[in-house]
């Protein structure tokens, strides 16, 4: 069956670095563009960035144009987000999607098929 296991998140202090890295399984991955979101307490999950299937176009959410960088490696079925320069409030439970019928990085929600379990990054200012 189709996983998406997240890791690297934890705590951090405000300015710092985090690398979270998004493993898939059971899935042909570079099918697949992908997409990070993000969910805070008591909010709606909200798009972050997304990365097409062969990594050459990116789209980000603003606020974190700049800071938060997408990436991918096929031969490694894993998706990364670097985030430099973090802020206490993109403290979240950040999770990892995969859209097999998206030509190009999308932000919408309902068009991700497979989602990972979650990864927490908490930013203490």
């Known amino acids: 069956q189709v996983q998406l296991v997240e890791s690297g998140g934890g705590l951090v202090q405000a300015g710092g670095s985090l690398r979270l890295s998004c493993a898939a399984s059971g899935l042909t991955f570079s099918r697949y563009a992908m997409g990070w979101f993000r969910q805070a307490p008591g909010k709606e999950r909200e798009f972050v960035t997304a990365?097409?299937?062969?990594?050459?176009?990116?789209a980000l959410v603003e606020h974190v144009k700049g800071r938060f960088t997408i990436s991918r490696d096929n031969a490694k079925g894993t998706v990364y987000l670097q985030m430099n320069r973090l802020k206490p409030e993109d403290t979240s439970v950040y999770y990892c999607a995969a859209c097999l019928r998206c030509t190009k990085p999308s932000a919408r929600r309902n068009e991700y098929d497979f989602w990972g379990q979650g990864t927490q990054v908490t930013v203490s200012s």
């Open positions: 990365i097409s299937r062969s990594g050459d176009s990116t």
